[in-house]
């Protein structure tokens, strides 16, 4: 059974911290992913990662950084939370070529 | 510019009854197609996919049919269930390739 974990549900913080999101699957996925998901808007991009320390920009990168320093653990990273990035956020990994499987996801209030 | 799209924000049914959730493409490259189920406050769940050499898949309850010339997909589930309350998104990818693009949703409604 895949798993991909997050490291919190919930949380807030406040306008101008830095934020990170920690996901960690343990199915030795060489790809790993980041989205947010608004309502309206679906799922978006806004990183991912193809094998360690590799990273992409995705659809929506702007205020975000990413780290993957070890293949089972990718971390996003909010340089400094702004209040438009309230939203909920979705890590998934996946094998080369395979189905993306996804967190329970974090839901992330900035105040 | 919107290359998966969901029309329909909303779906209701019967207990009972079929569910048709409906999502329309517009890249052609687009070879491989997912449905994923998401409930509140949680991930969405993989449930069903279909490559673009087959026109049906099948599992149990769940039917994802492609008509390639329409760059038309859609997931019947029969009988629908109050459990299939949830959002469904439907995805889409070119095979060799890490993303997958997503539809804004459907979120469907089965009423006991």
């Known amino acids: 059974d895949v798993k991909v974990t997050q490291s919190s549900r919930y949380l807030v913080k406040r306008t101008g911290e830095k934020v990170f999101l920690e996901c960690v699957q343990d199915m030795d996925h060489e790809n790993m992913f980041w989205y947010r998901q608004d309502p309206g808007l679906g799922l978006r991009l806004i990183y991912f990662s193809y094998d360690v320390k590799m990273k992409e920009k995705g659809d929506i990168p702007e205020g975000y950084s990413v780290s993957r320093e070890k293949k089972e653990r990718f971390s996003l990273i909010l340089e400094s939370a702004s209040t438009n990035q309230t939203s909920m956020y979705l890590c998934?990994?996946?094998?080369?070529?395979?189905?993306?499987?996804f967190g329970p996801g974090t839901r992330l209030l900035v105040l | 510019d919107q290359q998966v799209k969901q029309n329909s924000p909303s779906l209701s049914v019967q207990e009972g009854r079929i569910s048709i959730l409906n999502c329309d493409y517009t890249?052609?490259?687009?070879?491989?197609f997912l449905w994923y189920k998401k409930y509140p406050a949680e991930g969405p769940t993989f449930l069903i996919s279909?490559?673009?050499?087959?026109d049906k898949n099948e599992d149990g309850r769940f039917t994802v049919f492609l008509n390639k010339s329409a760059k038309h997909l859609s997931l019947h589930i029969v009988p629908s269930q109050p459990g299939d309350s949830a959002v469904y998104f439907c995805a889409a990818f070119v095979s060799g390739t890490y993303k997958y693009i997503f539809g804004t949703g459907t979120r469907l409604k089965v009423l006991a």
């Open positions: 998934a990994s996946r094998r080369n070529g395979e189905t993306q499987y």
């Open positions: 890249n052609s490259m687009f070879d491989y």
């Open positions: 279909i490559s673009s050499i087959k």
